[in-house]
């Protein structure tokens, strides 16, 4: 007998899981709070102790899924990197963050970034974090580049070949921007 990947969880851990999963496969407006129940196996009352809402559980899934790497990022380190190593740093966290989506979640990319841009239309608090972040890296970038509006254009191009990547159901070349390939 195979054993379901959310019976190890906490009823708290399946509740998020299975709404990050359905959210993914259908959309927020596309979920109800009884596919969620279903999906974790827990009551209406358990999803409810847990989450007093389903803005809240939303919240709760952006922060797991999403917000939670950015936070982990130590920006501190970051900033004391070499230009070219910033650069290597950010190939190979995105590179490592877009193998994760597949193998771990067991969804495409698609549909991660669909949630990821919808939420930044739904969501001030998820907005203005992830606007945050982008920030502090452009500034850590910009103090070590060599030329104005390098560190830009750097992240222009990283997050374009993860957009065309995605696209093209590839996976990302960042041969032409990593300093390593020098």
């Known amino acids: 007998m195979k054993i379901n990947a959310l019976d190890k969880l906490s009823a708290k851990q399946r509740i998020l899981f299975a709404t990050f999963q359905l959210f993914l496969q259908h959309g927020v407006d596309g979920t109800s709070i009884d596919d969620i129940v279903t999906i974790a196996a827990v009551s209406r009352g358990g999803l409810y102790h847990h989450f007093g809402s389903k803005d809240v559980l939303y919240d709760a899934v952006l922060e797991q899924y999403f917000l939670r790497g950015f936070a982990e990022f130590d920006q ?107």
Do not use: C, W
Not at 146 to 158: D, P, V
């Open 76 to 182: 501190a380190i970051f900033s004391d990197l070499s230009f070219e190593a910033q650069q290597a740093t950010l190939i190979d966290m995105l590179g490592a963050m877009l193998s994760d989506v597949a193998h771990q979640y067991g969804v495409d990319k698609t549909r991660y970034f669909a949630l990821f841009f919808d939420s930044l239309g739904r969501s001030s608090k998820f907005k203005t974090s992830i606007q945050k972040y982008y920030a502090q890296l452009i500034n850590a970038m910009d103090e070590k580049a060599i030329n104005e509006g390098e560190a830009l254009a750097f992240l222009r191009q990283l997050e374009g070949e993860i957009y065309l990547a995605t696209i093209f159901e590839r996976t990302p070349d960042f041969t032409t921007l990593d300093p390593r390939e020098d």
